[in-house]
T-cell receptor, first 113, second 113 residues
Framework: GAVVSQHPSRVICKSGTSVKIECRSL??????MFWYRQFPKQSLMLMAT?????????EQGVEKDKFLINHASLTLSTLTVTSAHPEDSSFYIC?????????FGPGTRLLVL | QKEVEQNSGPLSVPEGAIASLNCTYS??????FFWYRQYSGKSPELIMF????GDKEDGRFTAQLNKASQYVSLLIRDSQPSDSATYLC?????????????FGKGTHLIIQP
């Protein structure tokens, strides 16, 4: 079946640094990928929609200059959290469009100290 | 603002019984409806999706959709301890897959052996 990977699975960084998270569709091409964030005991919140070869579309309240998204190929999208702060600590999950549904990656747990 | 409402639970069901999970959504224009299962610390796994009013069955799972009442439900027959998880209801504006999902906060289901 379709598989989406994320790297790294966990990352701990100091406040003020930038962190890059990769999302790859392993056995299919994804023209559209999505980035979600989930805080403890909360639901997944869509951050942005990433389309291959074009600029990402950000949801209301998500700072595009802080969360940089690049979707340079049909199998890779990256999310860079710039100048991370403790309030950015969360579970970041990507998904890739697979026909009418989405295939989710395993998630990246970010802890900003 | 689109909203998806679920009872957070926990919902406790004896093994072998039917578990019934409910979800309401605010946007009458929603076209696609999904049920995901999420184990603690993991990313969501798709259980099933439904587009049309009525019932859709897949193994032990049945999704029910009533667009007039803006209501989606998931029935799990012959519940097993391995079904214990958080069940997320999600909706999408479009039927084609290009849009991200709006998730509810999830219902925590416990299947008691």
């Amino acid at each position: 079946g379709a598989v989406v990977s994320q790297h790294p699975s966990r990352v701990i960084c100091k406040s003020g640094t930038s962190v890059k998270i990769e999302c790859r569709s392993l056995d299919f091409q994804a023209t559209t990928m999505f980035w979600y964030r989930q805080f403890p005991k909360q639901s997944l919140m869509l951050m942005a929609t990433s389309n291959e070869g074009s600029k990402a579309t950000y949801e209301q309240g998500v700072e595009k200059d802080k969360f940089l998204i690049n979707h340079a190929s049909l199998t890779l999208s990256t999310l860079t959290v710039t100048s991370a702060h403790p309030e950015d600590s969360s579970f970041y999950i990507c998904s890739a469009r697979l026909q009418e549904t989405q295939c989710f990656g395993p998630g990246t747990r970010l802890l900003v100290l | 603002q689109k909203e998806v409402e679920q009872n957070s639970g926990p919902l406790s069901v004896p093994e072998g019984a039917i578990a019934s999970l409910n979800c309401t959504y605010s946007d009458r224009g929603s076209q696609s409806f999904f049920w995901y299962r999420q184990y603690s610390g993991k990313s969501p796994e798709l259980i099933m999706f439904i587009y049309s009013n009525g019932d859709k069955e897949d193994g032990r799972f049945t999704a029910q959709l009533n667009k007039a009442s803006q209501y989606v439900s998931l029935l799990i027959r012959d519940s097993q301890p391995s079904d214990s998880a958080t069940y997320l209801c999600a909706v999408r504006d479009s039927g084609g897959g290009a849009d991200g999902l709006t998730f509810g906060k999830g219902t925590h289901l416990i299947i008691q052996p």
